[in-house]
């Protein structure tokens, strides 16, 4: 009895983090991933602070914090990405200057917003046109 319990409560919990918009919880939910550029490993992090709203049109506005790490630094920003609302993935492209993290170039980023969070689902580095993921 109490294994089912605990699972119960276990499965409660992930149903309620993986969908903020039907109530939002206080913990912000985060991915991290980690590229690897100019032989560096960067840790990419984006946690959604707040409750994602309309704007009135067919857009919802995502509050974040986008957190990224080199060897030795890190840049935190926080920030509002602006997705289409209905759609199943919505994609938003950002931009990352790599010199103050220690590298060069710049990293453009295509992030996805699926099922309540945000993901990098492409990166490249430019000058180059390097494919990072």
Known sequence: MMRTSTLTGALALSI???????????????????????????????????????TGTQEIVVPVVATYSAPGRSLRFTNELHFLAGEGVSRVLE?????KLGLSGTLHLTLAYIQGLVHVEGALLTPGAITIK
């Open 95 to 99: 931009s990352l200057d790599l010199s």
């Open 16 to 54: 309620a983090l993986a969908a903020p918009t039907a109530g939002w919880a206080s913990a912000a939910q985060c991915t991290v991933e980690v590229l690897t550029v100019q032989g560096t490993p960067l840790t990419v992090s984006y946690c959604i602070t707040g409750a994602p709203r309309s």
